[in-house]
């Protein structure tokens, strides 16, 4: 373990690490909470907002290179806050960590990174857009095209993105619920980006285009405390029409799902609980763990029913939060691909 690492231990609250995904369902006393229509400001909610808790940027790509082999990127960069607002130096109560991943057909790759706030080695700049945790970056004169990197022990990436169509607001009108109980966050996200450029993999580097979808949220309380962790997915068909989902599991057996509904030209149709659903046909053992990676899912509103089987099952994050992510394909009332996330079966 290097120094950074060990410093860095010392200094992070063992209670955001130890609460992983589920923590999300503790209390956000003294933040400031979401609220139903929200009047959005871009390009300065591209950048942080310090007086909510939790907060993240997060990119997943599927990829081709011209031999015809797939591959999934991912790179996110997450906030999350001891206290509300922010200060200059060691003062700073907001925690930075970033983590990035490459899914080839048979090998899985994924390392983190980790920062506090008020010390330059992370953050989050609105205009000209920057995002940065070390060397990695997302990065642009604009949101609309952006050059991203990052680079682990044994893989890495150099990629440019370039949107093709609108950013689309989830929930009612990017407030997004979460529970019964009303539990939300604020939800946005750009599922037109085209991507391009270079995997670089212990086999060498390998030139790869595809397409890539980004998702902003934040909240200080976006779970309730009976949540467990969700399956998320974001699918982009071969029509041109996408469809995010997701369904968030309980501690007595019942789901909550919502779901948006993306036209080829960007027009949206959301959908509250009980519109989407998403069954598991299969699981994969993954390091001990039982793990969804073959599904069915419905949006009968828009005629979908479709399978979605994961690319490699063996995409496990096996980092300080572990969870499962990575690129699958679809088949059935459509056709296409795109990237499944699931938390909570650690």
């Keep these: 373990m290097n120094v950074k690492v060990i410093v860095f231990l010392f200094l992070w609250p063992f209670g955001v690490l130890a609460q992983g995904f589920s923590g999300l369902g503790t209390g956000g006393d003294g933040f400031t909470m979401p609220k139903p229509q929200p009047a959005f400001s871009f390009p300065a909610d591209h950048g942080p ?9 997060y990119i997943t790509a599927n990829l081709n290179s011209p031999d015809g082999t797939t591959y999934g990127l991912q790179w996110t960069l997450f906030r999350t806050a ?20 490459v899914t080839t057909p048979d090998q899985h790759f994924a ?14 700049e ?8 070390d060397e990695w970056a997302l990065q642009g004169a604009d949101f609309d095209l952006m050059n991203l990197t990052a680079n682990g ?3 890495g990436y150099d990629m440019l993105l370039q949107a093709t169509g609108p950013l689309v607001l989830h929930g009612d009108k990017g407030y997004s619920v979460k529970s019964a109980e009303g539990q939300a966050s604020y939800y946005y996200s750009q599922p037109f980006f085209k991507i391009g450029g270079t995997l670089k993999l212990p086999i060498g580097d390998i030139e790869v285009t595809g397409d890539a979808w980004l ?23 071969d029509s041109g029409a996408k469809l995010m989902g997701f369904q968030l599991r309980q501690t007595d057996g019942s789901l909550y799902s919502s779901s948006t509904w993306i036209g080829s030209d960007g027009a949206t149709t959301s959908y509250a ?6 069954t598991p ?8 763990k039982d793990v969804p990676t073959s599904w069915r899912v419905t949006l009968p509103d828009q005629g979908v029913d479709v399978f979605v089987k994961a690319m490699n099952p063996d995409a496990w994050m096996g980092l300080s939060i572990p969870y499962w992510e990575g690129p699958v394909n679809v088949s059935g009332s459509h056709t296409g691909q795109g990237y499944l996330e699931m938390t909570g079966y650690e």
């Design 273 to 278: 609980d009980g519109a989407f659903g998403a």
């Design 281 to 288: 046909l299969s699981t994969s053992l993954i390091e001990g």
């Design 49 to 57: 907002h310090p007086e909510y808790r939790i907060e993240w940027w």
């Design 111 to 124: 390392t983190e990174r980790f920062a506090r706030g008020g010390i330059g080695q992370a953050g989050v």
């Design 215 to 237: 998702d902003r949220e934040w909240s200080s309380q976006p779970l309730s405390d009976d949540q467990t962790g969700w399956d998320w997915f974001s699918l982009s068909f």
């Design 126 to 133: 609105a205009s000209p857009f920057r995002a940065w945790i």
């Design 153 to 155: 022990p044994d893989f």
């Design 82 to 101: 001891l206290a509300p607002g922010e200060a200059l130096g060691w003062q700073s109560p907001q925690i930075w960590f970033g983590h990035a991943s």
